[in-house]
């Protein structure tokens, strides 16, 4: 059968139905152009697939295992900090600490400034004036400014 031949026929199968009118329906109402479009979008046949891709492909940093000497020189700084608190002064500090990442192994080195309010001995935390906590165990770096106090 050739390529007209079977045109022919498939308008001889249909004839009874080819011409009849457009159905509307009388109980549910028309869909829009942009449901009707939606329809034939595309869609992400492996949903969350790209975002399993960058959190893999994110880089985290290993924590550094202090030294003896490092260790030491932490506690000096942070009793210099408790004495300063102790004289009714908020001593201004930058504290490098290393934030562990909550999805994979390692984490980041994060750096903060400000006033230190108090140093918590209970929860091992310095506590800065802005409310914000590091906690002593994750701290690998801290430097004490000479400015008098933080108003």
Known sequence: MTGMNRLADTRR????II????HISKTRPQMS??????????????TGYDAAVKETARLTDERIELDESRM?????????IRERIMSDEQPE???TYFQPDERKVGGVYVSVSGCVKR?????????MKD????????????????IADCD
């Open 131 to 146: 409310g914000s906590q590091v906690s002593i165990d994750d701290i690998y770096d801290m430097e004490m400014r000479c």
């Open 19 to 22: 011409n009849l009118p457009h």
């Open 72 to 80: 030491a020189m932490l506690d000096e700084r942070l009793q210099m």
């Open 33 to 46: 152009m942009i449901d009707r479009a939606a329809q034939f979008s595309p869609f992400a046949a492996l």
């Open 13 to 16: 199968k249909y004839e009874d």
């Open 119 to 127: 140093i918590d001995e209970y929860a091992r935390a310095v506590v």
């Open 93 to 95: 500090v930058t504290i």
